[in-house]
């Protein structure tokens, strides 16, 4: 069968990592030491894939510069505590050498801040196999299609030959705005209900049938 993508472009968390539940924690705990209100688990995972400032914003709009930075400081204090224990789901390793031994390009677009990209690479041992990386800070923040575009532009693909990987109705709207293929993950942040409007070529609720679809049509 033809090979019908060059480029398998990735989400961080929620997709590769297992982090949602951390990511939450440390919105909630920020939240309290800000004296906010603390969101529900299911508010703080309906903005996970923003940058963190817009996230930040969604949940408290109209707070204070101040309150913000006090807000991203205890996020990045609680995240940063526990980041040692983040995991990355089964087979992830394994599966990103695959597509790289079959000739994929490989690449990450997230809306983690640079330094907390390249932690989490170096950490995990995934950087090398990445040929392109966008982070929340360098780009517009998902959904704008900002971060796929410089990708793209960087690796001389255009966007039909490319797919995006996500949990949330961002990462499809993003490709979406890029006039990109989209997958949806259902494993990590958001519900299928939640991805399915935004036209994926397939959801997936595990990581492993992610890997079985992208063996057997990308």
Not at 169 to 186: E, K, T
Request: aromatic share 8%; glycine share 8%.
């Amino acid at each position: 069968m033809p090979r019908q993508f060059d480029v398998l472009i990735f989400d961080w968390d929620g997709t590769l990592a297992d982090s949602t539940q951390i990511i939450v924690d440390a919105l909630q705990a920020a939240s309290h030491d800000t004296d906010l209100p603390v969101p529900s688990p299911e508010k703080s995972r309906s903005i996970i894939g923003l940058g963190l400032r817009e996230a930040l914003a969604e949940l408290f709009p109209g707070v204070s510069t101040d309150i913000q930075d006090r807000l991203v400081d205890r996020y990045r204090h609680h995240y940063y505590a526990r980041h040692d224990d983040i995991a990355l789901f089964e087979g992830v390793p394994d599966a990103i050498q695959e597509f790289e031994d079959a000739g994929f390009m490989l690449a990450v677009a997230t809306g983690k801040g640079r330094g907390g990209l390249n932690l989490a690479l170096e950490k995990t041992g995934l950087g090398r196999h990445f040929h392109a990386t966008r982070c929340a800070g360098e780009c517009q923040s998902k959904p704008h299609p900002q971060m796929l575009e410089e990708i793209l532009d960087e690796l001389g693909v255009m966007p039909e030959r490319a797919v995006m990987i996500g949990d949330t109705h961002f990462d499809l709207q993003m490709a979406q705005n890029a006039r990109m293929a989209g997958l949806g993950v259902s494993y990590g942040a958001q519900a299928h209900e939640n991805l399915l409007p935004h036209a994926p070529l397939a959801c997936f609720d595990s990581f492993a049938k992610l890997h079985a679809w992208l063996k057997l049509n990308a």
